[in-house]
Antibody
Framework: QVQLVESGGGVVQPGGSLRLSCAASGFTFSSYGMHWVRQAPGKGLEWVTFMRFDGSNKYYADSVKGRFTISRDNSKNTLYLQMNSLRAEDTAVYYC??????????????WGQGTLVTVSS | SSELTQDPAVSVALGQTVRITCQGDSLRSYYASWYQQKPGQAPVLVIYGKNNRPSGIPDRFSGSSSGNTASLTITGAQAEDEADYYCNSRDSSGNHLIVIFGGGTKLTVL
């Protein structure tokens, strides 16, 4: 069965950095686009970033552009999110989500359980 | 900027039919997907494309679209359907692709 397991969340000071990982199993990771989606406490879902199945294209929400970097290692079936210059408003549960398409479908058929990032001094 | 608008809250009597709507310009070009999220859990895809249900999603869930509005209909709502529901679609700005989510609708089953 498909599994997505995020890790790397925690408490970080404003201006700090954090790297999230998402370990995938149960499907051919190298064939599908992958996303990060976040949810601030008590708020709705916010799309963060996407990477194409082969890593050739990536897109970002304006709110994180220039601060966050998505990457993937298809040999390790792992997706990453490098978060720099963190702000209080980045506090959220971060989910990795599998796209139904290899390129860019925007339909997320599997989600991880999420990892909490708290930005606070 | 692109956005999708949902009613914050909707209620339905047990066994009745409820429609949850999502409005936005991107829906004139792209289909919406719908996600169900229960407290403390990750979202679950319930409808995608024109009107497709992933394996395991009951057939009381259906989707439709007209113009700039997408709808999720639950025919014969059950107690376990009480949850937050989010729509999303992709959109584009020049060569840059994005995904947008609606603000979510809290469904209460009475």
């Amino acid at each position: 069965q498909v599994q997505l397991v995020e890790s790397g969340g925690g408490v970080v000071q404003p201006g700090g950095s954090l790297r999230l990982s998402c370990a995938a199993s149960g499907f051919t990771f190298s064939s599908y686009g992958m996303h990060w989606v976040r949810q601030a406490p008590g708020k709705g879902l916010e799309w963060v970033t996407f990477m194409r199945f082969d890593g050739s294209n990536k897109y970002y929400a304006d709110s994180v552009k220039g601060r966050f970097t998505i990457s993937r290692d298809n040999s390790k079936n792992t997706l990453y999110l490098q978060m720099n210059s963190l702000r209080a408003e980045d506090t959220a549960v971060y989910y990795c989500a599998k796209d139904m398409d290899g390129d860019y479908g925007g339909d997320f058929d599997y989600w991880g359980q999420g990892t909490l990032v708290t930005v606070s001094s | 900027s692109s956005e999708l608008t949902q009613d914050p809250a909707v209620s339905v009597a047990l066994g009745q039919t409820v429609r949850i709507t999502c409005q936005g310009d991107s829906l004139r070009s792209y289909y919406a997907s719908w996600y169900q999220q229960k407290p403390g859990q990750a979202p679950v895809l319930v409808i995608y494309g024109k009107n497709n249900r992933p394996s395991g999603i009951p057939d009381r869930f259906s989707g439709s679209s007209s113009g700039n509005t997408a709808s999720l209909t639950i025919t014969g709502a059950q107690a376990e359907d009480e949850a937050d529901y989010y729509c999303n679609s992709r959109d584009s700005s020049g060569n840059h692709l994005i995904v947008i989510f609606g603000g979510g609708t809290k469904l209460t089953v009475l």
